[in-house]
């Protein structure tokens, strides 16, 4: 390899306090900007990837060897990768598997996402647990051989996550309905859902019509007269990228429909919008939970659930006992599961209207099926509520 071919292919990964790593370009070469943050999942790099939350986000894959088993079509979350960029330790020099349609490397190139391989993942994810996620940007090419202190400047020029509105541009532009015949349900449907899509997964809307549920889903920028022509039997707020200080019009449609006392389910995002909608806060993380390895509390089971997580903000209410929402039109709350790991709030119950949220991805694509029964418990909340 000459000198030249050598630096064509050098990369740099530099943080906005200023610390770097050198590696090797992987995926398309040139430079992107983002928050850097760790994800903690072992499998499910296709997953990962293809998730609407990571829009804005540079992933920092806490696994050493990625793309062992190549990309598919029928793995990918969502229509397109959202990731701004992706750090990898060793990446796979090819894929070995029946299902591999194409290599990570080749996907990434063909989408445009700019990653960095061959850096030490486990320094780079102590360093963010210890000071917190930041702004990062890799840079490839000629770009990487530039000043340090010149690239910090870039990326201290970037948004912060903080502040950022981004779910609106990951959602769908027109309504879609997702029927459950197409998922192997043989019977008559069971119960008619509008769901807003901010960044909503693919697995999502298969674990719903599995279950008999059709599913209409709609942009995120939908309207109380959007859902009452469906006449659906329940509300749905997906996952979504972005800060949920940002969501006054999402927050203000979720409560004409708690007002009018349609059943309720959230997840991620929607869990903190629900949150919004009852008067209390959201705050960012130090660094977040990402990965599918999270313990959760589930306290009306006191069963302890393993799940998959990608959030950076969280719900601030008071972890005991029911309380008084802030919005005091809905009547009594309480926090319905908690993470173990640092008692963040992980979801909420609505004890006066049928509604409740989790933080976490009970749909669990990558990871494990703790929480599947999170969808059974909104069927029947549907069914229970049906005129």
Not at 11 to 18: C, F, K, M, W
Not at 178 to 187: F, I, L, N, Q
């Amino acid at each position: 390899m000459t000198n030249k071919t050598a630096q064509r292919n050098d990369a740099v990964l530099v943080l906005e306090d200023g610390t770097a790593f050198r590696g090797r370009s992987y995926g398309a070469q040139g430079t992107t900007l983002g928050e850097a943050v760790f994800s903690t999942g072992m499998t499910g790099y296709q997953e990962t990837l293809t998730d609407p939350s990571y829009a804005g986000q540079i992933i920092v894959q806490t696994a050493p060897h990625i793309g062992n088993t190549g990309v598919n079509a029928e793995d990918a979350e969502s229509r397109k990768i959202w990731a701004a960029g992706y750090v990898v330790r060793d990446a796979a020099r090819r894929p070995s598997n029946w299902r591999s349609e194409l290599s990570l490397d080749d996907h990434l190139v063909e989408q445009g996402v700019v990653g960095i391989r061959g850096i030490d993942t486990r320094a780079l994810t102590r360093h963010l647990r210890d000071v917190g996620s930041l702004r990062a940007g890799i840079f490839g090419g000629e770009e990487a051989n530039r000043p340090i202190a010149d690239l910090v400047e870039k990326v201290k020029a970037s948004e912060p996550m903080a502040g950022r509105k981004l779910a609106e541009s990951v959602s769908i532009s027109q309504t879609e309905v997702v029927e459950p015949a197409d998922w192997g349900w043989d019977k008559p449907v069971v119960a008619e859902l509008a769901a807003l899509d901010l960044g909503i997964k693919a697995m999502t809307l298969k674990r719903f019509a599995e279950r008999g549920v059709r599913v209409h889903v709609l942009p995120a920028t939908s309207t109380i007269e959007d859902i009452r022509a469906i006449n659906p039997d329940g509300f749905f707020i997906s996952n979504g990228p972005g800060d949920p200080a940002t969501a006054d019009e999402q927050v203000e449609l979720l409560q004409d429909v708690l007002r009018e006392k349609l059943p309720f389910f959230g997840i991620c995002f929607g869990n903190q919008i629900l949150g919004r909608a009852l008067g209390f806060g959201t705050y960012k993380l130090k660094f977040g939970h990402r990965g599918i390895n999270q313990p959760v509390m589930d306290r009306t089971t006191n069963k302890v659930e393993i799940t998959a997580q990608n959030h950076g903000f969280a719900v601030d209410a008071p972890l005991d006992g029911p309380t008084e929402a802030p919005q005091n039109e809905f009547g009594r709350v309480e926090v319905s599961h908690i993470g173990l790991n640092d008692n963040v709030v992980e979801g909420l119950r609505c004890l006066d209207i049928p509604a409740f949220s989790v933080q976490y991805h009970p749909e669990a694509a990558a990871g494990p099926h703790d929480a599947a029964y999170l969808f059974d418990r909104f069927v029947d909340l549907m069914l229970e509520h049906k005129n």
